[in-house]
């Protein structure tokens, strides 16, 4: 981000506003961010410069968030895809440990499915005979 892009730019007589998220270097909004905050805090005093972390810390969990997801589709799907679905998301953030004890409790993703797992005492185990004689014995009759 450039000087020129952060300052406000002279259209005639008026100066054109610059969004305090290209100020801060954000894609998140820290205006909107800032006014959604002004309305749930009792004192209606709010700094911009909590707007601006919060909206930081948004837009890092949104693209840690995507980033794994896109891995996740990339290992579990054989052909090109190019949508990602709710069980890409639940697959990627109950892969990742700290993703999964942040949003554990208290969020459920609809159409996500459930974790694939099987217990061990479930699985089939293949027994060898005991006696190979005998499994000779009973194919040759």
Same mark, same amino acid.
């Given at each position: 981000?450039?000087?020129?892009?952060?300052?406000?730019?002279?259209?005639?007589?008026?100066?054109?506003?610059?969004?305090?998220?290209?100020?801060?270097?954000?894609?998140?909004?820290?205006?909107?961010?800032?006014?959604?905050?002004?309305?749930?805090?009792?004192?209606?005093?709010?700094?911009?410069?909590?707007?601006?972390?919060?909206?930081? +810390?948004? =837009?890092? !969990?949104?693209?840690?968030?995507?980033?794994?997801?896109?891995? &996740?589709?990339?290992?579990?799907? /054989?052909?090109?895809?190019?949508?990602?679905?709710?069980?890409?998301?639940?697959?990627?953030?109950?892969?990742?440990?700290?993703?999964?004890?942040?949003?554990?409790?208290?969020?459920?993703?609809?159409?996500?499915?459930?974790?694939?797992? +099987?217990? =061990?005492? !479930?699985?089939?185990?293949?027994?060898?005979?005991?006696?190979? &004689?005998?499994?000779?014995?009973? /194919?040759?009759?």
């Amino acid at each position: 981000m450039t000087e020129s892009e952060t300052t406000p730019k002279k259209v005639g007589k008026r100066v054109k506003p610059v969004p305090k998220s290209m100020k801060a270097g954000l894609i998140f909004p820290v205006g909107r961010i800032h006014r959604m905050l002004k309305n749930k805090v009792p004192l209606k005093r709010v700094s911009i410069l909590s707007s601006v972390y919060l909206a930081a +810390i948004l =837009e890092y !969990l949104a693209s840690e968030v995507l980033e794994l997801t896109i891995s &996740q589709v990339s290992i579990q799907s /054989k052909d090109n895809v190019r949508r990602i679905s709710p069980r890409h998301l639940l697959l990627a953030i109950k892969t990742d440990e700290e993703l999964d004890n942040l949003i554990r409790v208290s969020t459920t993703i609809a159409g996500g499915g459930v974790i694939p797992y +099987i217990h =061990e005492v !479930l699985k089939k185990v293949e027994t060898k005979p005991s006696h190979p &004689q005998q499994k000779q014995t009973i /194919k040759s009759i």
